[in-house]
């Protein structure tokens, strides 16, 4: 298969058709893109890839962009300048398209480097939808050769939880001074986070904010849940400050990194990271073919007038559901 | 049934009990669950259901409660004190529960007052659950004779725009001054946005927001979909300036919310929500519905096996789809 060989061969038009056609996720191109997919797959698996989330307003754009250059110049813990993968998920919708063009904007710099690859993707379609064409997306990139790939969201949705599950590395990102209610957003995000990063941190608050962080982490499960390493091998959430906009504290936060990829194959976590992404995937696999297979069997306007009668009152939501599936 | 008798009578205690039933989700519990929201059904559709959506650190708990307490002391647009429901959607997990104590002593304000029912929901379990909960939950306090009905939700993932979905009026909530990456999630949330709110506007900059957010209503094919409204009579996205902190207007806001709702009643829009709300819940529902029932089908030990498979690169996630599924 001809897009295939173009992807393994890392060629980079290759690889910007292959995630184009599991993105549109256009059921006339199901099949080819699910044959593209299981042609790649054996060849992935080379990868370490690292997920970016946290608030709005935390500068997680500037950052991925810094680490990937970063990556790209010097790789003091490899052996050579490591290819980087970036996927950006883009909570816009595509009536609103262009409202991300000052993070692609902070981004090009990046992506003007031949080695380093940038994808946005945006918000669409069923629920799993976008934590789906994530998957897939990565996968390719992992296919092409790229050996550190970031995707970086937005929020504490599941989705975005779903898509750090499926990480080999989770960096949760914070800023100084957001407000109270970030915290609420910290404790959501407490147990997948690998290492936190209060970045902005030229801000005077920021000691503050790493302090607020290390007193969530002692005093939670999540940190507890976090060290039970194997064999003795401890993992401690770190807690970084970076300035991204200078690149302050870029280095120390690749050697985090780098030691926790060190950490999750000397301790066998990596097998059990592998065995989580797989499961995440393979369920969000399932339920929407699941519905999209329910949906094609049903007759035409059965959905739409249960729909209906919902809503005028006279069929309740689980007396609907009862009479599609059965008891 | 008792609890459904209590919920349809309006105690406190039985909606309490109510709530916590549907938002446990526990398999012994599923018959019961369902029973009492088959027996309340038929009695919902009188509440107004309002979305409150947005970043984190924009205030919107504040804004909530005071949202809340206007309508309980004086409802010019009603006959009487409206009962007013607050749902509050968590994005911590029960492992870092407490994190937001801050909020709910915020509300505390609101929930003291005999008229006003505040419940906090957290995230959990499977894709949807929140969503799903969160129905039901809203289902609960319309039958039990809430009026006006808030649901808070944080951040732009799924969950929270299939909640928003299923209000009637949806408020999108701004601050000044949280940087730039504000707008991407503001751009997500434009197509649900019936008001724009922008809090905390005693700073310098709210303005500014206000403004920002005005041309973004102009140049987006969102406020053309907003304008279509039927038999001529159009809504036109409001932007209001609110302190939630002191209550500056709140009067104006509410003033809003409730000619948006009689937008909605005097233009036939309010079919088209109640139809949307119907949708959205019968999807998450039959989603959820189609999962499960496919995973109590499976042989023991099944989809584990595969799931080893996938992470050892023997087996393609399309692969094993295929052979769960059938092509």
Redo the contacts between chains.
Sequence with gaps: MDLAQGVLGGDRRAVARAISLVERQQPAERDAA?EL??AL??H??QAHLVGVTG???????TLVNQLARFYRQSSPHREHSARVGIIAV????P??GG??L??RVRMRDAAADPGVFVRSMA?RGA??G?AHAT?DAAQILDAAGYEVIFVET?????????IARSSHTTLVVEAPG???????????L??IADIFVVNKADRQDADQAVRAIEM?LEG???SDFHNCGLGGIIWGVPVCKTVALDGTGIPGLVAHIESHRAYLQQSGRL?DR??R???A???????R???S??LSRLEPGK?ES???S????DL??????KE??GS
Tied chains: 1, 2.
Aim: charged content about 20%.
């Design positions: 699910r997919l299981c797959y054996p992935t698996g608030s709005p307003g935390t500068g997680k754009s883009d909570p816009s919708s009536f609103s409202a991300l000052g993070d918000t629920e799993g976008l998957f937005v929020g504490a949705g599941q989705d975005e939880v779903a957001l407000g109270d209610e970030v915290q609420a957003i910290k404790a959501g407490m147990e969530m939670s499960a999540a097998r592998e065995l992404r797989a499961g995937e393979l369920e969000t696999l399932l339920q073919e699941l519905f297979r329910f959905l249960m729909v209906s919902i809503a005028s009152r309740a939501p689980y007396e609907a559901l599609l599936l």
